[in-house]
């Protein structure tokens, strides 16, 4: 089983910036992706971004440009660089694990981003 504890979140104006962590322990698949998603108050849970052992990135169109993902393989942590927040950035972002080639996944218990205006 793979915990994922995440980070970062708070209260930011619009306009600023945020990077939220994630650092993930247990059996921690070897093939794996991590990513970020979101559930914004009344809305379903997005993906934001993630990012593959390998280092490819994929994003949700609504962060293009202004979200960075990477990863710290060594230290088994991903990180989200948000810049631009906007008030519809607004919600509570989650960490997720999952196997390439297989169906076991984790989810972190999320982490609350408020964006002001």
């Known amino acids: 089983q793979v915990q994922l504890v995440e980070s970062g979140g708070g209260l930011v104006q619009a306009g600023g910036s945020l990077r939220l962590s994630c650092v993930a322990s247990?059996?921690?698949?070897?093939?794996?992706?991590m990513g970020w998603y979101r559930r914004a108050p009344g809305k379903q849970r997005e993906l934001v971004a993630e990012i593959t052992s390998g280092g490819m990135t994929n994003y949700a169109d609504s962060v293009k440009g202004r979200a960075t993902i990477s990863r710290d393989t060594a230290k088994n942590t991903v990180y989200l660089q948000m810049n631009s927040l906007k008030p519809e950035d607004t919600a509570v972002y989650y960490c997720?694990?999952?196997?390439?080639?297989?169906?076991?996944?984790?989810w972190g218990q999320g982490t609350q981003v408020t964006v002001s205006s």
């Open positions: 247990g059996s921690i698949f070897s093939n794996n992706v």
């Open positions: 997720k694990i999952r196997q390439v080639s297989g169906p076991y996944f984790s």
